[in-house]
Antibody, heavy 123, light 111 residues
Framework: QIQLQQSGPGLVKPSQTLSLTCAIS??????????WSWIRQSPSRGLEWLGR?????????DYAVSVESRITVNPDTSKNQFSLQLNSVTPEDTAVYYC?????????????WGRGTLVTVSS | QSALTQPASVSGSPGQSITISCTGTSSDVGGYNSVSWYQQHPGTAPKLMIYEVSNRPSGVSNRFSGSKSGNTASLTISGLQAEDEADYFCISHRNDRRPYAFGTGTKVTVL
């Protein structure tokens, strides 16, 4: 069964780093067709794509303009997972964070989502 | 970058048909046959309902259909059922480096 399992803390202090991990079952982070994204959802900002990693003979990353100065999305091939690091967080980064798969067989769609992690930024 | 515009809410009675619009620009919705639609019940992850404008993934009811005209894509739910009450949002391809444009989301209420 293909699934994405998210893990990471639900509370982060302002100015610190938000770190989440998404473990992949039934597919490979090194897939040459899929791309692996982080997306967040909040009442104030709606749904927002943050960034992705994917492998096409080498590793690539793309990031949203709104967070590109403080985001890193990394693959971990030894554990078949990928991670999100968001630095210098503020209360505006409070949101439900999802990992998701773009399978590559459809243009810019997500066919598999993690369950979501509510991350609250507060002291 | 701007979000795609959806109506905040749409409602209908059981058995009726409703349509949700998703309006973008020629740089996203109008430029690619890539619009996908998602259903999200409260507290759950989104579920892919339509991809590439009008294609249904395996297992999705044929009561859900999609179309596009110019810069506006649409999701139609026919034979509305109580279980269709949820939030719906669209996504379109935008460009190669920042490829995903999200809709603002629509709450569907079954009266």
């Amino acid at each position: 069964q293909i699934q994405l399992q998210q893990s990471g803390p639900g509370l982060v202090k302002p100015s610190q780093t938000l770190s989440l991990t998404c473990a992949i079952s039934g597919d490979s982070v090194s897939s040459t067709s899929a791309a692996w994204s982080w997306i967040r959802q909040s009442p104030s900002r709606g749904l927002e794509w943050l960034g992705r990693t994917y492998y096409r003979s080498k590793w690539y990353n793309d990031y949203a303009v709104s967070v590109e100065s403080r985001i890193t999305v990394n693959p971990d091939t030894s554990k078949n997972q990928f991670s999100l690091q968001l630095n210098s967080v503020t209360p505006e980064d409070t949101a439900v964070y999802y990992c998701a798969r773009d399978p590559g067989q459809c243009l810019s769609c997500f066919d598999l989502w993690g369950r979501g992690t509510l991350v609250t930024v507060s002291s | 970058q701007s979000a795609l515009t959806q109506p905040a809410s749409v409602s209908g009675s059981p058995g009726q048909s409703i349509t949700i619009s998703c309006t973008g620009t020629s740089s996203d919705v109008g430029g690619y046959n890539s619009v996908s639609w998602y259903q999200q019940h409260p507290g759950t992850a989104p579920k892919l309902m339509i991809y590439e404008v009008s294609n249904r993934p395996s297992g999705v009811s044929n009561r859900f259909s999609g179309s596009k005209s110019g810069n506006t894509a649409s999701l139609t739910i026919s034979g509305l059922q109580a279980e269709d009450e949820a939030d719906y949002f669209c996504i379109s391809h935008r460009n190669d480096r920042r490829p995903y444009a999200f809709g603002t989301g629509t709450k569907v209420t079954v009266l």
